[in-house]
């Protein structure tokens, strides 16, 4: 398994040197991705799912940094490279979609060249040669008439046209992993709906790997293969979407489950977690999830649990360990 | 049946757009964007109605017109209690960082609505925020704190209190989950429909999240670009949802149970308010539109289960109603 992962993460440790004394924002993250897969990260604002995807792109805000533990794509380990090396991996063999296109997009380039440019600086190709792989791009992407728009400005696109703008810009040089951190959460319903199955069959079909953010628990559900569940900076639960769905073990996952509201009937209130995640300079000691946790023993509070791994999913939990090794 | 406490009909709210000197020029006449175009709806007392639809349908335009922050361009907005003094509406948006004054103790900003309506006599004015911060959860130590000490739920909350410090008989709750996180979002959530239980309040709930209508709506209503689409009890809604726009939408919305499910193509975006297509705005995206969908506006028709549909393809029976679970 281990070998054929495109991306693995080990042991990632990311902290925020602050005046007050230095944060640490992510705590002990492992995993691996493999390629054509998509692993899902979820989780509440601040858990560190987005912070994930920014080291993996090398693309951490000073003072925020990588502490300890290692990031490998392929063979390569990339999280010890210089930016300068950083940079022609990042479009070439790792794409990224972010929430806002507008953001991702030069307002002052027509699409067509910013296309262009972006094809030309990691592919040996003549200006007519990336133009025409630009058309294709756009027309796969599902922009109607592509060589009408060829020559628009980002202010010209809706939302949604831009989004798949910027996904087009982040295939342009057939990566091997897409970063989508939130790609569809600025969008409405039905334009969501487009731009994931988009993403997806990009994976399906050009055996892409994607590493997708979102607090969207529907999203992973219609896209993920597998799901990582973060809380405080670490992975509490990571395993097959429909097993992490249909049977959470993790207390927290099984809280943030039963609080997502459905479409089915009402029966009674929605399952509560009283209280809200800890902030990055009040975490509490042990099991960052205890205060909230109705299960909290005295190990949870002194000791952090590590990720143990059973019947392929992993749990990061004092209590389901104990309940299992005693079954 | 009989007891309505808000009836609303034929509301309008357009909003002129700035004449350019050119199209002056040109004989042309000023355009505007009609965000609220012809909703006619009732919502019964202790009931709550929900407004449900994508960016730009017009549907907090409608909900600042029933508070009365902006004026109706046509039509009526009328509550049977108008005129009464027990007759009260609050309001709760989204932003609870947005909505609360940064300066102002949250003990001051609940008693402001109190003191400016002379609710209570000053003495009775700390014990009543006391009682308020303890009925949504939160503790009367808090009273003395700032705004900026507590997370985005607990923000809500005092802004639910706020809104419950004026004896409100009606409220109008503007996305008020929607800048928080799942987790909190169900605490809040659970605490408007325990509230509203106990206080008998009416409410209109804005939403574009299907699953929070669902989980706190007696009826909904469907807009788009300003119209209402279809209107119906909450179970009919989303067991039957008849208008294909109404389908389309809960075809798009990603499910935990539905996983790997193959998408249907959804076709198209919502168009620019500033050129809604002609008769049927829906037209343009709708898988069963004809000739009489482009040139004919539909209104509200009444089906046998109490819901209401504009659509010419459900009156002429076009449609197979599908069935949701």
């Given amino acids: ?327 | 049946m009989t007891d309505i406490a808000l009836q609303v009909s034929d509301l309008q709210r357009h909003f002129p757009m700035g004449q350019s000197l050119l199209r002056a020029a040109l004989g042309r006449t000023a355009q505007s964007v009609r965000a609220v175009d012809g909703v006619g709806f009732n919502i019964q007392r202790g009931q709550t109605f929900s407004l449900v639809g994508e960016s730009g349908c017009g549907k907090s335009t409608l909900a600042r017109l029933v508070a009365g922050l902006d004026t109706p361009t046509g039509g009526q907005v009328r509550f049977s209690d108008a005129g009464k003094t027990s007759h009260r509406i609050q309001m709760i948006f989204q932003d609870p960082y947005a909505s609360l004054n940064p300066r102002y103790r949250v003990g001051t900003a609940i008693a402001e609505p109190i003191r400016f309506q002379k609710l209570l006599p000053e003495a009775a004015v700390l014990p009543r925020v006391h009682e308020l911060l303890r009925q949504v959860g939160l503790a009367a130590a808090d009273a003395a704190k700032f705004p900026h000490e507590f997370s985005g739920g607990q923000r809500q909350r005092v802004s639910i209190a706020r809104a419950l410090a004026g004896n409100p008989t009606f409220l109008v709750c503007d996305e008020p989950t929607s800048a928080l996180d799942v987790s909190v979002q169900a605490q809040i959530l659970n605490l408007l429909r325990q509230l509203q239980a106990e206080l008998g309040l009416t409410c209109l709930f804005i939403s574009h999240n299907l699953a929070v209508i669902n989980y706190v709506s007696h009826d909904v209503g469907v807009m788009y670009l300003g119209r209402l689409v279809e209107v119906a009890p909450t179970r009919v809604l989303f067991e039957a949802p008849k208008h294909p726009y109404t389908q389309m939408l809960l075809a798009a919305l990603p499910r935990l149970d539905t996983r790997g499910r193959e998408q249907p193509p959804i076709m198209g975006e919502i168009p620019s308010p500033l050129a809604p297509p002609s008769g049927c705005a829906f037209h343009p995206r709708c898988p069963h539109a004809n000739a009489r969908c482009q040139s004919e506006l539909p209104t509200l028709q009444d089906a046998p289960d109490g819901s209401r549909i504009a659509c010419h393809a459900v009156a002429e029976g076009r449609i197979p109603v599908s069935l949701f679970t």
């Fill in chain 1, 1 to 327: 398994m281990t070998s054929q992962a495109l991306l693995r993460v080990q042991h990632l440790r990311v902290e925020i040197p602050t005046r007050r004394g230095v944060l640490l924002a992510l705590d002990d993250v492992s995993f691996t991705i493999a390629p054509g897969e998509i692993l899902g990260f979820v989780g509440e604002s601040g858990a560190g799912k987005s912070l994930t995807g920014m080291a993996i792109l090398g693309l951490l805000d000073p003072p925020g940094r990588v502490a300890s533990g290692e990031i490998w794509l392929g063979e390569r380990r990339i999280d010890t490279l210089s930016q300068r090396e950083m940079r022609l991996i990042r479009g070439k063999q790792i794409g990224a979609v972010f929430q806002d296109p507008l953001m991702s997009l030069n307002p002052l380039l027509q699409i067509g060249d910013q296309l262009i440019e972006s094809i030309r600086t990691h592919l040996p190709l003549t200006h007519e040669q990336a133009a025409a792989r630009a058309l294709a791009l756009m027309r796969s992407v599902g922009i109607p008439a592509p060589e009408a728009r060829f020559t628009a400005y980002p202010h010209q696109f809706s939302g949604g046209m831009r989004q798949r703008i910027v996904i087009a810009l982040a295939l342009c040089a057939q990566p091997e992993l897409i970063v989508a951190d939130e790609p569809t959460t600025a969008l409405d319903v039905s334009i969501q709906a487009q731009v994931l199955h988009l993403l997806k069959s990009q994976c399906r079909e050009q055996g892409t790997a994607m590493l997708l953010v979102t607090h969207d628990m529907g999203v992973i559900a219609e896209t993920a293969d597998r799901v990582a569940v973060m809380y405080a900076g670490r992975i509490v639960e990571i395993g097959p979407v429909a097993d992490v769905i249909k049977a959470p073990v993790h207390p927290y996952t099984r809280g943030l489950m039963g609080a997502i509201p459905s479409l089915a009937p009402v029966t009674g209130p929605l399952a509560q977690i009283d209280g809200a995640m800890p902030r990055l300079n009040a975490r509490p000691d042990g099991c960052a999830f205890h205060p909230r946790c109705p299960a909290a023993t005295a190990q949870c509070r002194a000791q952090s649990p590590g990720l143990e791994t059973r019947h392929g999913r992993q749990v990061a939990c004092w209590v389901h360990q104990a309940s299992q090794e005693a079954a």
